[in-house]
C-alpha cells in the first residue's frame, strides 16, 4: 500500500512539473526531508526519563538530549531515520554497566526535539553542537546518523574524538537521493529540478556529499558494521567505507537487517570501544 501511495504522489508531482518544475521539486524535496515523528510510548519515556534530560539550542531549533552519567569517555549517540533515542537501550544500560559517560541526542524533527525538516547535512551540525558542549570522545551512528557523524567530523575534525562507529550508514547522499526518486518515480525533470534546488540550498549537487569520500581525511578510528541482509541501505556502502576510510575495521553480519539490534552488535561496539 505504501509503495501505491508512493507512486500516486510522485505521479501527481511528475504532472505538476509540466506546470512548474520548480515548484514540484519543492514539493517532492519536503516530502524527501518531512520525517513522520514517531510517538514515543508510555514504557520508552520512563526509560529516558532515568536520564539528565536538558534541552541544548542551535539556531532555531532545540535538541532533547539525554546522559547517562560515568567516569569514563563520553560516547554519543545518533539514531537514524524516523527513529528516537531509545532505540539505544540495550546499548545505553551495557554501556553505563563499564561505567562510561553516555549522551543521546534527538535529532531535529525526531523524538522530543524541535522541527519538521531533517536532513544529514543539517544533523551534522546539530551533532557538532551537543559533541561540543558535552566533549564526545566517541560518537555511533545509525544510518543516516552514521552518514551525519561521518560529515561531521569530516567538517570539524574535533581533537576529542577519538574513534566513530558506523552502524548500516549510506555511504553517500547521491545513492540514497536516487533510491527516493525511484522508490516515488520522478521523472527525469522533477529529478533534475530537485537537483538545481539542492544546489541552490547548499551549494553542491547530491554527488559532492560522499560520506565514505569524506572518511579519507578522519583521523579517528572507525568500525563500520553492516548486514548483507540490509534492505534500506545496500551492503556496498559498507564497502565503499572501507575502501575510503583507512583507519577503520568493517565487520559484516547476516540476518540482523537494517536495524542491527542484537547482542552480537552490542559486543562489537564494547569490544571495539574497550579495545
Known amino acids: 500500500m505504501k509503495q501505491v501511495i508512493a507512486k ?23 516530502l524527501f526531508s518531512s520525517p513522520r515523528r514517531i510517538s514515543i510510548k508510555e514504557k520508552q519515556k520512563d526509560f529516558l526519563e532515568t536520564a539528565f534530560i536538558e534541552d541544548v539550542d542551535f539556531g532555531k531549533h532545540s535538541l532533547k538530549t539525554y ?7 563520553t560516547i554519543l549517540l545518533a539514531h537514524g531515520w524516523e527513529s528516537n533515542s531509545f532505540r539505544w537501550k540495550s546499548l545505553i544500560l551495557k554501556l553505563n554497566e563499564l561505567d562510561y559517560n553516555i549522551v543521546a541526542l534527538d535529532a531535529p524533527g525526531h523524538g522530543y526535539s524541535s522541527g519538521r525538516r531533517f536532513n544529514a547535512i543539517l544533523y551534522a551540525d546539530c551533532i557538532h553542537v551537543i559533541a561540543k558542549k558535552f566533549r564526545a570522545n566517541i560518537v555511533i551512528g545509525h544510518s543516516v546518523g552514521g552518514m551525519a557523524t561521518a560529515f561531521f567530523q569530516h567538517k570539524y575534525q574535533m581533537e576529542s574524538v577519538t574513534k566513530l562507529i558506523l552502524l548500516g550508514a549510506p555511504s553517500n547522499f547521491s545513492g540514497v537521493f536516487h ?4 522508490m516515488m518515480g520522478y521523472s527525469k525533470r522533477v529529478a533534475k ?12 549537487l547530491p554527488e559532492h556529499f560522499n560520506a565514505a569520500k569524506f572518511s579519507e581525511v578522519i583521523t579517528a578510528e572507525g568500525l563500520i558494521i553492516h548486514d548483507k541482509t540490509d534492505r534500506i541501505i545496500p551492503y556496498s556502502d559498507a564497502e565503499d567505507f572501507k575502501a575510503f576510510y583507512k583507519k577503520s575495521k568493517l565487520i559484516t553480519t547476516e540476518g540482523f537487517g537494517h536495524g542491527l539490534k542484537n547482542v552480537e552488535v552490542d559486543e562489537h561496539i564494547i569490544n571495539f570501544i574497550n579495545g
Not at 8 to 30: C, D, E, Q, T
Not at 179 to 182: G, S, T
Open 8 to 30: 500516486i504522489l510522485g505521479g501527481f508531482i511528475n504532472v505538476w512539473a509540466f506546470i512548474s518544475a520548480k515548484s514540484a521539486a519543492k514539493m517532492s524535496l519536503k
Open 67 to 73: 546522559r547517562w552519567l560515568g567516569k569514563k569517555e
Open 179 to 182: 533510491r527516493y526518486v525511484d
Open 193 to 204: 529540478a530537485m537537483d538545481q534546488l539542492i544546489l541552490k540550498e547548499f551549494n553542491y
